[in-house]
Nanobody
Framework: QVQLVESGGGLVHAGGSLMLSCVASGRTFTQFNLAWFRQAPGKEREFVTTIIRNSGATYYGEYMKHRFTISRDNAKNTVYLQMANLKPDDTAVYYC????????????????WGQGTRVTVSS
């Protein structure tokens, strides 16, 4: 398990860009698959994207793949989410997640979670 701390959220106008960061503690960062989820009020936690520990393969949610980009810097124990062309519907709390035994598109597939960072996109 790793401890995850997100940052970079804030208020942005529609069409703008934002980069989120998630810093992990511990020495096992490279063993973890990492992901971003988001959750808006009244909605289920939604898969955004993941990056796989060894292959570096990335996978995206159906509605995020053309606007969001995940990357990781193992030397900094950090995973990033670059968001572009933001829309009001992107408003949510964004969470990073880690798992050293697999990955999935469901929140229940992950066992390490950060506290989240709030993103608000104005019209």
């Amino acid at each position: 398990q790793v401890q995850l701390v997100e940052s970079g959220g804030g208020l942005v106008h529609a069409g703008g860009s934002l980069m989120l960061s998630c810093v992990a503690s511990g020495r096992t960062f490279t063993q973890f698959n990492l992901a971003w989820f988001r959750q808006a009020p009244g909605k289920e936690r939604e898969f955004v994207t993941t990056i796989i520990r060894n292959s570096g393969a990335t996978y995206y949610g159906e509605y995020m793949k053309h606007r969001f980009t995940i990357s990781r810097d193992n030397a900094k124990n950090t995973v990033y989410l670059q968001m572009a062309n933001l829309k009001p519907d992107d408003t949510a709390v964004y969470y990073c997640a880690g798992d050293d035994s697999g990955w999935g598109r469901r929140a229940a597939d992950w066992y390490c979670w950060g506290q989240g960072t709030r993103v608000t996109v104005s019209s």
